[in-house]
């Protein structure tokens, strides 16, 4: 197996991880004040994600044989990371330019463009080592940075100083995504958990920025 392929199921590996403890923290935080028949949905869409991050990465450890990716398969995969990452820019700071804080201003101006730049370089060259580079740059936006005092935040506000979980399932979606790009075997579900959480984001927008809901 090529270095670069195994350095990228390690790097997946310690995402799909991350993304566990994350999402964990906040279910939690959000099943506490809010009404249950949210907290559900959020739960399984966090469920999802990791089910299929983790389905996704054993097929590659195994080596599990995999038909090759159709030009759509992998265009909806590719494109849902740069779309996953924008909506959850679109979830803090809504449609202005700038962020909370200088770093979110960084990530939603300059990285998130750079990881569709990367996203459309793998489209056309196919070239496997692109996915360890877009893995690796996924984490970015993970640093804690976000200063909005709301639920998915404050735990984290009031022992370090800054949020984690503001791009948690813009993340999400870069290791649903890059796992199933590994080792195509059931891509569509792979798609399916990506583009819900894309659509969940969407509404979280809406509700949050224009009705004041859920807060």
């Not at 939690?28 to 983790?54: K, N, Q, R, T």
């Not at 990506?194 to 927008?205: D, K, L, N, R, V």
Request: one cysteine or more; aromatic letters at 12%.
């Amino acid at each position: 197996m090529a270095w670069h392929n195994r350095l990228q199921q390690l790097m997946s590996g310690t995402g799909v991880l991350v993304v566990a403890l994350l999402l964990a923290r906040f279910a939690l935080d959000f099943s506490a004040s809010v009404a249950w028949w949210l907290a559900v949905p959020f739960w399984l869409l966090a469920a999802a994600a990791i089910s299929a991050s983790v389905v996704n990465l054993l097929a590659a450890v195994r080596g599990e044989s995999a038909r090759p990716a159709s030009q759509k398969t992998r265009g909806l995969l590719l494109a849902a990371i740069p779309v996953a990452m924008f909506a959850a820019s679109l979830d803090c700071s809504g449609l202005a330019l700038s962020g909370c804080s200088r770093f979110c201003s960084f990530i939603k101006l300059v990285w998130i463009p750079l990881i569709a730049v990367g996203c459309a370089a793998h489209f056309l060259t196919r070239l496997n080592s692109l996915l360890g580079v877009l893995t690796l740059m996924s984490f970015l936006p993970l640093a804690p940075h976000c200063v909005c005092y709301n639920v998915a935040n404050a735990w984290w506000i009031d022992r370090i100083g800054a949020s984690p979980e503001c791009y948690v399932w813009g993340f999400a979606v870069s290791m649903v995504s890059l796992t199933a790009l590994s080792r195509v075997v059931r891509p569509w579900v792979s798609i399916g958990v990506s583009w819900s959480i894309i659509g969940g984001a969407a509404g979280f927008f809406i509700g949050h920025h224009y009705f004041q809901f859920p807060w």
